[in-house]
């Protein structure tokens, strides 16, 4: 009786987290335009979505910019990550370097958001694909270290060591004794920053510019219209997307090195 | 190893600049005085924090707490119990992942597939007439109520996921020790079960009290005209009515709020340890 009850209740969340989500792909099938009932299945929501150019411009610029922030972050945060890991007795500089990361984490998107408006506008960057790029990035790289952390530190920093003892030189250290151990990490953060980047609403509401229109802000325009079928396919084929990804950091993530 | 660590310079100073100055930035503004045509000037003022001691301030203030509290609470009624199964679960590789998944994926997409459950002819008022529970269907969207759903269903997951990996940690040898030593079944839960999870229940309202005032497009696309929160406050602050230093004033409050937070989190975490 206990475990039932138990059950019941893990199933009741499952289901309160996941039934609105398959409502809106069910949705994004239904040949019915207005009403709730179901008129039998069709792709031609999609397929409108295909014609949509502001849609595509929207899109690639979102894929653009997530692919620049997530390499860009990654590099970043993985040599960091590497760095502190060869020097284990920089500990005043792993703790303020950890100070920083967890105050953007815990900052709330907003003011962050904020904050970096107001330093766009004083040093005249103008809004449009580099302010976004920089603040995501910004808010990236606090996931990259974390995640590569967690996983360097089931290393032995002597395997970097011995290499360069056996003649490696540092680079060949890094890239063929390193790297092959930590790419599992580097591959989730990778796709962790895309996604982050590319489901971005509150920070790129105020530092994007006019010209450089991006995906979750178009759907943000959508969505305080009404519900439409395309919006639907639209939002099902963003959320797909996301969630593949997801999936696919979070087994590198679990593998054992 | 006589090379500088160059990158760990790079990422400091790209930290500095992107991540700290720009909250000194907020700081600095909210004294400044509101300019229609170069958005902020000289002198300096409390003015900004002067007029947000308003009853129209006041009146989003106390909503927001309330509205955050409230999204807090329930999302601990759940989330608490719910983490203790999880991590006894024999499935818990994928029951996780099922919790990672809405962690990482678009908040605005899930918080948009809400409005085709509540809304008038919605599947919720479907249900519940069927099932003759509600004679006419209940106006659900576009109040605090639908609001309140839409916080709990987007910041669940940052509620489990701190509670979790908290729970991970704990020695459930501890109980049959406390049992052996004469503990009672309330004993076990306060006396040891909780207080040794208290740093991630802190960790995880944390995580949901502040962000729940700040995502302004949740009230936006599910709430009506009365549940204008501190995050649609500072937005508009900034984005309609263009007055910066009033939305920066607006940004340190909840900042503050933050580092209160923080410091009870803080303070927790020592009590914990020692």
Known sequence: MKTLLQKLFLISVYLFLYIPIIVLIVYSVNKARFSLQWQGFSTQWYAELLHDR?????????????????????????????QLFLRPKRKHQRRSLFAILLLLIVIPDLVLGVALLLLFNIFAILLGFFSLLIAHITFCIPFVVLTINSRIHTLDPNLYYSALDLGATRTRALTSVLLPLLWPAVVSALLLCFTLSFDDVIISYFVAGPDFNILPLTIYSLVRVGVTPELNALCTFTFLLSMILVIVAYKLSRKSP | MKTKPFSLYVIYGCLLIFGFVPFLLVAVTSFLSNDPNNLVTLPFTFDNYIELFTPLF????????????????????????????????????ILLLLIIIPFWTSSLIRTYSLIAILKFKGLL????????????????????????????????????????????????????????????????????????????????????????????????????????????MIQSQFLVIENWPQGAATSMILTALLLVLLFIFKRKGNEGRS
């Open chain 1, 54 to 82: 502001e849609l595509w411009s929207a899109f690639t610029h979102s894929v653009l910019l997530g692919i620049c922030a997530a390499v860009i972050s990654t590099a970043t945060g993985l040599f960091a990550c590497v």
């Open chain 2, 58 to 93: 006041g009146k989003v203030f106390l909503r927001s707490v309330l509205i955050s509290l409230i999204t807090t609470i329930g999302c601990l009624v759940i989330a608490y119990p719910f983490s203790y199964f999880l991590v006894r679960s024999k499935h818990q590789s």
């Open chain 2, 125 to 232: 008022n479907l249900f519940l007439l069927k099932l003759h529970i509600i004679d006419q269907p209940l106006s659900l969207l576009y109040t605090n109520f639908a609001v309140i759903s839409g916080l709990i269903y987007n910041l669940f997951p940052f509620m489990v996921l701190p509670i979790f990996t908290n729970m991970e940690r704990f020695d459930f040898r501890l109980f049959e020790a406390a049992k052996d030593l004469g503990a009672g079944k309330l004993d076990l839960f306060f006396k040891i079960f909780l207080p040794n999870t208290a740093r991630g229940i802190i960790s995880g309202c944390v995580l949901v009290f502040l962000p729940a005032m700040t995502l302004f497009y949740i009230p936006n696309v599910l709430g009506g005209a009365r549940s204008i929160l501190i995050g649609n």
